[in-house]
C-alpha cells in the first residue's frame, strides 16, 4: 500500500481498497447504479463488507446533533453502528442540514428522520445503506440465472485486481478481487460487459453465453492519470498545479547503470545530467533548470528517498586522497541501488518546490523505492551481465609523425634535444610504437547484476524484501571494480479498521570500489609513443634510467573504498476523524565511508630510494534524522474539495570526518594495517552539525476538476546562519484551468480530449553553504610544532548574512488530442535568483580568499520546456509510442552592483551567463611568424588581463531526448537518442611539439611563412615565445572552445516474453530476456574524447551492452 | 465518546506544534564543531594562546611555499630567479621565474610569495588582537606570544617588500580597511618593520626557555638580528654595526668549527630555525636539492660552482654532486637527509651566526672601518679554510663581501636575489647571463594580476 493514500483520487481509492480487501463477497457486489456512481459504490461496498462485524444484532443508535451535514451524520451513524452508507459525493451538494436527536433509536427511525424531505432516498439492504437521487431508482434486478466468473489478467499474465466490471444490459457493477477473479450473477448471456481499472485501457467484451471468460487488460497509453508523487502528497498529472517530472522504476531497469541519475539522462525535459567520467560512482553533474547560485557548490538539488532528505554532498570529498571520482569527489547516489526504485520524480517549479522550503531552491528529486503488494507471494529473479568500453578515443599521432613534431620543433627553436629530452636524445627507442590510449584505457570491463524480490501479503500487512549484487570494473589495466551489494525491505499495515496504517522502509547498501588513486587518461593521451616498455625482461616495472613515470606505477597508488548507507523511514498515518489524519514521518539514514589510499615503495623510482610506504586512513560519517509530524485535512467545501496539509520538520544532520595520514611503512604488504605504520598524523578532521526546523502548510483547493488552487507557505529554520539570522518565510501559489471539462470546449473542440493552463509563482530560499560561517573560529593544524598543537583562524566573520531567495515563475499550457493518444505540454519558466550568498572575493593581504555575504546580485535563469508524448500506432500485437523532450534554456546574470573590482568580475559580467568565459580572444595563427595572435585590445603590445573578453560560452543552447517504444506481441523496443546542442571546451596539453602526444589535428600546423592555420609552429622551449602565445590563446583564451554538440544513442532495450503456454509447461510465471545498451553510439564533431564530459583528465562515460533475464515465480 | 476524544487528540496536537514553534529558534542553535575552537576561548589561557603562535610556525614549515625551504619557496624561487640554480623541473611556472620572465597571473607566484607571507601576517595580527582582549593569559606568556606575533609580522613584511617593492602594509585583521589598502612606499614599511622588531626585543626571552632550549622559536636574538639585517638594507650602518654586534658578541651563539654541523637541529650557529614537522621527514631542502637521479627540480649552476675559490671548504661540504652517465648535476648539501624515516637531526636555518659577521663586515665598510671589516669577514673565510681577505678599499671590501655571502647563503632564503637587488648589482651581474629575457625591471616581482582586481587601489609595478 502507498504512504499517502488519502490524497489519491477517487479512482485510485477504489484500487487500494481493494487492495485491502479480504475475498469480497461477490454475490453483494452485484448492484446497479447509475454509471458515474458505480465506482463509488465498489469502493463502500468493500469497506462494507471488510468492516461488518461477524456478528451483528440489531442495536440502537443514539445521536444528537443540530444543523449538521448529512454526511456528518452518516460517519457518526457509521461510528456507532455496522451500518455502512453508500453514496456519491456530488449527490450530497443538495442536502439540507438535519438537526435530529435519538436515543437508542433503530436505524429505520434514524433514516426516516434524516432522509426526511432530502431530495435523495436511501435503500436499506442488510446493513448496507445505499443513498441516490431519488429520481434515479434504483434498478430493479431481472433474473436471467446466468453467472459468468472469469480473470482478468494484465500484459504479464498477472491477475490484475480492483479492475471495474460493469454490465452494460443495467450498469451492474463489480469488482476483481486480489488475484484478479471476478464473479457476474444474473447476466444477460447476450449483454457485454466492461472491464475498466485506472491506467489500464477500457476493454468490451460480449458475453455470447460464455460462462468463464479470462480478459487481458493492456497499459492504458495516457498518462494523465498516473499518481505523481509530490513531496508531502500525491496527486496526478492531470489535476497537478506544479511541475513534475517521472521517470518509473521500469524505465530505470532498462538502463544498466550503477547510478540512478545516470537513468534520468535525457529523459526529462528542464534535467540536465553530465556524467564527468567513466568509473563506477564518478561525480554527476546536475542541473534543474539551470545554475541559480554564483557558488558552485550552492547549486545542488534536494535528493529526498522516501520522504528522508539525502546527502548530496560526496563523501570521498572529505575523505582520503583521491581524484579518480573527478573533481566533486564520487556521487553519493551511487549508493542507492536502481533496482530498488519504483519512482523518481523531480520537481522543478515554485509550486512543486515550495513545501520543501529553503531546501528545494535548486529542484528537489524524489526518489520512491518499492513497496509490498497485496498478492500471492511472488519472486522475481533479475541477472544481466555485459560489457564496457570507453565511448571515444582521440586520434593522436604515431611515432613518425610524433618525431617529425619533435624534430620540427627543434628547429623552429634552433635547439637540439638536450639530456631531459628522453623520446629524442637515445634514451627512448625511436622505432618503438605504443597506442598508450589502447594500452592504458582501451580495456574491456565487465559488469555484472543480479536482484531478487521477494514480495506479497495480504490486505492488512503486505512486505517486500529485495536483495540485489552489481559489479563493474574499469578499462584500466589490472583489477579494479567497484561493487554493491544490497538490501530493500518494506512493510506496511493497516489496522483492521484502516484508521491506521504504517509503513516501515528500510534499504541498506554496502559497496565495495577498489580503484586507482588516479585517473590515468590523461597520461594515455600525452605519453610520446615512442615512450618505453612498460616492463623489463624481469618483469619489473621499467624506470628507462628515470627517465619517466611508469604509468603502471600510478595504477599501484590504489584506493579502496567501503561504503556503508542505511536508509530507513516509518510513516505513521491515524485517522482522527472523517477527512482529518494524523501522520508522521519518522526518517534516519546514515552513509559511512571507510576510505584507504595506498603508496607502496614498489610504485616508486628506485633511484629515488624510497624505502618506505605511505597510506591514507579515512572515515566519513554523516547520518540525518528527521521527524516531520503532519496534519491533513480533507474536505468537500461548495462544490469542491479543499485539501489542508499542515505540518512541522525537525531535522539534524551531522557529518564526521578524518583522515590518518600513516608513513614508513617498511613492507607494502602492510600498508593496509595502520598499526605498522612508525608515523601517524592527523591530515584531516571535519566535524558538521546542521539542524533544519521549518512548519510548513498546504491548502488545496480542486472546485469541480476545473479549476485548482495550491497554495504553500512554509517558514524555515537554518543553523547555517547566525543568531537572529536563522528564519526565513516562503511561498508558492499555483493555479490551473482544466479548460477542457468546460461545457463550451467540450461541445466545440470534441477533438480536444484533455487541455489545462497552469501557472505558479513562489519564492523559495537556499542555505547550501559552509556551515559555522558566521562564528569566529580555530582549527587545529595538520601537524603539532615541539609535539604542541597549532591553531589557525579559519576564516574572516561577517555574522549577518542570510538567505538566499530564489524567485520561480512557471507559466504551462498542457493538451491532449485524440482521447489522449497526443499529449503535449509547452512550459516557459523564469527563476530568479538574489541576495546571493557568495564568498565576496577579498584581496589575499586580508589573510583569506573570501568572506560570506549577501550580494544584491541577481541570477536569471528562463526556458521553455516541450514534452510530447504520442501513441503512434497501436492494434492488437503492435504498440508504437514516442515520447519527446526538448529543453531551451537561457541564463542570464542580471545585476551585481559593484561587480567591477571584485574577483566576480574575472568570471561573470552583468548581461551576460554564468557560462560565459573571460578569456583572450584567439585571432590567428601569424602566418609570418607561427605564433598563436590574441586580440590586443587596448593596442598596448602585451597580451595580459587587460585583453580578457566576455566572448564565447560554455553551454547547453538546447537538450532533449527522442524515446521510442516499440511492442509487437512478445517482444518490446525501447530506443532513446539524448541531443545536446552545446558549446565546450577541448582540453589539450601543452603546446605542439614538447615531450607529449597530440591529436593528429597538429599537423595542420603552421611551418612557413604565409601558411594559413589555426595551429602554431611546434616548439619545445616551454618558456619560449610559442608557448606563450599557446597558453594564452587555449588556457587563457578561447581558441580551445567550439561546439561539443552530439547525438547519442543513449539507451536501447529489447525483450522478449516467453509466452504463456510455454510457461505453463515449466510452471513459472514469466520469463523475459533482453538486451540493453548504453551509451552505444555518439555523433558529433567535438575534437576532444567525449562530448559529454570534455575532458582528458577523466575516462569518458562508458559504451555498455548487457545480456539479461528476468524470472518470475 | 470517542468523537470528544479525537477533538482532544487534535487540541493536544496543537499545543505541541505550538510549543515546538516556539523551541524552534533554540532547535537551530548548534554548538560550535568539536573541530574547532571559538576564537574568545583561544585566548582565554596560555596554553591555547600559545598554540596560535605554534599553528604560525607549523604552516610556514609544512607548506611547500614561503618560509618551508621547499619546491617553491623563496628559498627556491629567488635562487632560480637569480643565478644559483638552472631549472629542470617541467613546471611552465617555475620555468618563467628562471628566465626571469615572471607575469602577473602567475599562480605559484601569487600564491606561495605573495597570499602565504600575507596570511601569516593576518595569523600574527589576529594573535595581537586576540591577547588585547584576553585576560587569561598570563603576563610572561602575553608578552612572548606579542614578540613573537610581532616579529612575524615583521619578517613576512620584509620578505614582501624585498620581492615586491612598495607593499599593502597589513596591520590590523579588518578586512574592510585592509581590502582597499593602497601600497605603502617601502620606506614606512621599514620603519614599521623596525618598530615590531623593536618592541619584539624588548618582549621576547633571552633566550630558549620558552621553546624548551631548542631554538625553534624567534626570541629576542633573532629580533636582533633580523633587526641587523634590516638595518643594513636600509643603509642605515651605525645601527646595523650596533645590532650584529650585540647577537655576536651574546655567548650563546658561535661559528661552528666544522661545516658539517652548521644545520644540524640547535646548532651553535643557529639563531632561529624551523623544525621539521611532517613525519618522518627531515627538511624540505634536503628532499628538495639532494639528487639520486637526473634533476627533475633545481641544480647548481656553473655561475655558482664556478665562484667557489680554489680550497674552498664549503665546496666540499655543501656542495654534492650525481653522475649519470656523462653528465654531472650538482647540488645543494647544507641538508644532508633526503630519506624519510631517518631521525631528525636537521633544521630549516632561517637565522645564523655567518650572516651577522658578514652584516658587520658590510655596515663597518660602509663606516671606512676597514680593519673591521676584514676581521668579520675573515672569520668566514677562515672556517671555510680560505686565506684571509685581500680587499683593502671599501669598494673592493664590498665586492668581497657580497662574493663571500654569495658563497656563505648560497641556497639559502633566497640571499643571492635579495642582495643584487639592493646592491644594485642585478643587471650587471645577472644581464649577460639570463639573456634574452633580463630586463632591468624583473628585479621585482609581478602583483598578482587577481590582487589587483579584488584591491581597487592597488598598482602594478613597472615592466608587467
Known sequence: MREYNHSLTQQNKTMLLTAFGKKPCPEVFALCKTGRMRKLLILSFLAACLQIPLVSKAQGISLEVQDALLENVFNLVQRQSPYRFVYASEDMAATKKVTVSVTNAPIATLLEKIFKDQPIGYNLRGQVIMVSKINQPLATVQFYGFTVTGKVIDEEGKGLPAVTITLKQNKFAVATDEQGYFKLTDVNPASAILFSSVGYETKEIKIEGRNNLTVQLFRSVGTLDETVIKGYYNTSKRLNTGSVAKITGEEISRQPVSNPLEALEGRMAGLYVQQTSGIPGAAINIQIRGINSLRTTGNFPLYVVDGVPYTSASLSSNNTPTTIFGGGGNNPLDYLNPADIESIEVLKDADATAIYGSRGANGVILITTKKGKAGKTKFDLNFYTGAGKVTRMMHLLNTSQYLEMRHEAFRNDNAVPDITDYDLNGNWDTTRYTNWQKMLIGGTTSISN?????????????????????????????????????????????????????????????????????????????????????????????????????????????????????????????????????????????????????????????????????????????????????????????????????????????????????????????????????????????????????????????????????????????????????????????????????????????????????????????????????????????????????????????????????????????????????????????????????????????????????????????????????????????????????????????????????????????????????????????????????????????????????????????????????????????VLFQFVKQTGIYPINNAPGSLANQSTEVLNRWQKTGDITSIGKFSQDYAGAVAASFNDAYLNGDHGIGDASFIRLKNIALSWKMPPVWLQRIKIKSIRLFIQAQNLLTVTKYKGMDPENQSLQQIPPLRVLTAGVQVSL | ??????????????????????????????????????????????????????????????????????????????????????????????????????????????????????????????????????????????????GEAKFIRAFCHFYLVNLFGDIPLVLSTDYRINAVLPRTPKEKVYQQIISDLTDAQGLL?????????????????????????????????????????????????????????????????????????????????????????????????????????????????????????MDTFYYPYKYKIQASGEPVTEYSMVLRLAEQYLIRSEARARQNNITGAQTDLNIIRARAGLANTTATTETSLLAAILHERQIELFSEWGHRWLDLKRTTTADGILGPIKQPNWQSSDILYPIPQSELKNDIKLTQNPGY
Not at chain 1, 619489473?540 to 599501484?556: C, F
Not at chain 1, 534516519?588 to 629515488?608: C, M, N, R
Not at chain 1, 496534519?631 to 557529518?655: A, C
Not at chain 1, 509510442?881 to 566576480?904: D, M, W
Request: proline content about 3%.
Open chain 1, 450 to 974: 543480479a536482484q531478487a524480490t521477494i514480495s506479497g501479503g495480504s490486505a492488512n500487512t503486505q512486505f517486500l524484501l529485495g536483495a540485489g549484487y552489481f559489479r563493474q570494473g574499469t578499462v584500466f589495466p589490472g583489477d579494479f571494480y567497484s561493487q554493491k551489494a544490497s538490501l530493500h525491505l518494506n512493510i506496511n499495515h493497516v489496522s483492521e479498521d484502516h484508521k491506521f496504517i504504517i509503513s516501515l522502509t528500510a534499504g541498506y547498501v554496502a559497496s565495495n570500489n577498489r580503484l586507482p588513486q588516479a585517473d590515468i587518461t590523461r597520461t594515455a593521451v600525452s605519453l610520446a609513443p615512442d615512450a618505453p616498455n612498460l616492463y623489463d625482461q624481469n618483469g619489473q616495472l621499467n624506470w628507462q634510467g628515470s627517465s619517466w613515470t611508469n604509468p603502471m606505477s600510478l595504477l599501484m597508488k590504489q584506493y579502496k573504498g567501503n561504503s556503508y548507507n542505511l536508509i530507513s523511514n516509518i510513516n505513521l498515518s491515524y485517522q482522527l476523524l472523517q477527512g482529518l489524519f494524523l501522520k508522521t514521518s519518522l526518517g534516519y539514514s546514515k552513509q559511512e565511508l571507510q576510505g584507504i589510499s595506498t603508496v607502496p615503495i614498489y610504485s616508486w623510482d628506485p633511484a629515488f630510494n624510497v624505502t618506505s610506504g605511505r597510506s591514507f586512513f579515512a572515515t566519513t560519517n554523516t547520518s540525518t534524522w528527521l521527524i516531520e509530524p503532519q496534519l491533513n485535512y480533507q474536505h468537500r467545501l461548495g462544490q469542491g474539495k479543499v485539501d489542508v496539509l499542515f505540518g512541522t520538520t525537525f531535522q539534524e544532520n551531522k557529518l564526521d570526518a578524518q583522515t590518518l595520514r600513516a608513513t614508513g611503512f617498511s613492507n607494502d604488504a602492510l600498508l593496509e594495517n595502520v598499526s605498522a605504520a612508525s608515523g601517524i598524523a592527523l591530515s584531516n578532521a571535519r566535524y558538521i552539525q546542521y539542524k533544519y526546523n521549518a512548519f510548513f502548510g498546504r491548502i488545496n483547493y480542486n472546485y469541480k476538476d476545473k479549476y485548482l488552487v495550491n497554495l504553500t507557505a512554509r517558514r524555515d529554520g537554518s543553523s547555517r546562519f547566525g543568531p537572529g539570522r536563522q528564519f526565513g518565510n516562503f511561498g508558492a501559489i499555483g493555479l490551473a484551468w482544466i479548460f477542457s471539462n468546460e461545457t463550451f470546449i467540450k461541445n466545440n473542440l470534441p477533438f480536444l480530449s484533455f487541455g489545462k493552463l497552469r501557472s505558479s509563482y513562489g519564492i523559495t530560499g537556499n542555505d547550501q553553504i559552509t556551515d559555522y560561517q558566521y562564528l569566529s573560529t580555530y582549527s587545529a593544524t595538520a601537524y603539532t610544532y615541539q609535539g604542541n598543537a597549532g591553531l589557525i583562524p579559519n576564516r574572516l566573520v561577517n555574522p549577518v548574512y542570510s538567505w538566499e531567495t530564489n524567485k520561480k515563475f512557471e507559466a504551462t499550457v498542457e493538451l491532449g488530442f485524440l482521447k489522449d493518444k497526443l499529449l503535449v505540454s509547452a512550459s516557459y519558466f523564469r527563476n530568479r535568483s538574489s541576495d546571493q550568498l557568495v564568498g565576496y572575493s577579498l584581496p589575499y593581504i586580508t589573510g583569506f580568499t573570501d568572506i560570506q555575504f549577501n550580494l544584491p546580485a541577481i541570477v536569471q535563469n528562463t526556458g521553455v520546456e516541450i514534452e510530447l508524448n504520442t501513441v503512434n500506432y497501436k492494434n492488437k500485437n503492435w504498440t508504437w509510442k514516442t515520447n519527446i523532450n526538448l529543453t531551451i534554456p537561457r541564463n542570464k546574470l542580471v545585476s551585481y552592483p559593484g561587480i567591477e573590482g571584485t574577483a566576480a568580475a574575472n568570471n561573470y559580467a552583468v548581461g551576460k551567463s554564468l557560462y560565459i568565459k573571460n578569456k583572450y580572444h584567439f585571432l590567428q595563427v601569424d602566418p609570418n611568424t607561427g605564433i598563436y595572435v590574441n586580440e590586443d585590445i587596448n593596442a598596448d603590445g602585451i597580451i595580459n588581463s587587460d585583453d580578457l573578453q566576455f566572448l564565447k560560452e560554455v553551454r547547453q543552447n538546447y537538450f532533449g531526448g527522442i524515446q521510442n517504444s516499440i511492442t509487437f506481441k512478445n517482444f518490446q523496443l525501447d
Open chain 2, 1 to 146: 465518546m470517542k468523537f470528544h476524544c479525537t477533538i482532544k487528540n487534535a487540541f493536544f496536537l496543537y499545543l505541541l506544534l505550538s510549543a515546538c514553534n516556539l523551541g524552534c529558534k533554540k532547535f537551530v542553535a548548534v554548538d560550535p564543531p568539536k573541530t574547532q575552537i571559538v576564537t574568545a576561548s583561544v585566548y582565554s589561557n596560555d596554553g591555547s594562546a600559545i598554540s596560535a603562535m605554534n599553528g604560525i610556525y607549523s604552516q610556514m614549515i609544512s607548506s611547500a611555499g614561503f618560509a618551508s625551504g621547499g619546491y617553491v619557496s623563496v628559498t627556491l624561487l629567488g635562487g632560480l630567479s637569480s643565478d644559483e640554480f638552472i631549472n629542470y623541473s617541467a613546471s611552465a611556472e617555475l620555468e618563467t621565474f628562471y628566465a626571469n620572465n615572471l607575469n602577473a597571473t602567475n599562480l605559484t607566484l601569487a600564491g606561495s610569495l605573495w597570499q602565504e607571507p600575507y596570511q601569516y601576517i593576518y595569523y600574527a595580527n589576529a594573535v595581537l588582537d586576540g591577547l588585547s582582549i584576553s585576560s587569561g593569559v598570563s603576563a610572561k606568556t602575553h608578552a612572548e606570544l606579542e
Open chain 2, 205 to 325: 626571552p633571552a633566550d630558549y626557555s620558552f621553546s624548551n632550549g631548542e631554538r625553534v622559536k624567534p626570541n629576542k636574538w633573532a629580533a636582533t638580528a633580523l633587526l641587523a639585517r634590516t638595518y643594513l638594507y636600509t643603509a642605515d650602518w651605525v645601527h646595523a654595526e650596533s645590532a650584529s654586534t650585540s647577537v655576536i658578541t651574546n655567548t650563546s651563539y658561535s661559528v661552528a668549527g666544522d661545516l658539517d654541523n652548521v644545520f644540524l637541529a640547535n646548532s651553535e650557529e643557529a639563531i632561529w630555525q624551523l623544525m621539521p614537522v611532517l613525519p618522518e621527514s627531515n627538511t624540505n631542502e634536503g628532499i628538495n636539492f639532494i639528487l639520486t637521479g637526473t634533476p627533475n627540480s633545481v641544480a647548481i649552476s656553473k655561475h655558482l660552482l664556478n665562484a667557489f675559490e680554489p680550497g674552498d671548504k664549503r665546496k666540499q661540504a655543501w656542495v654534492n654532486y650525481y653522475i649519470d652517465g
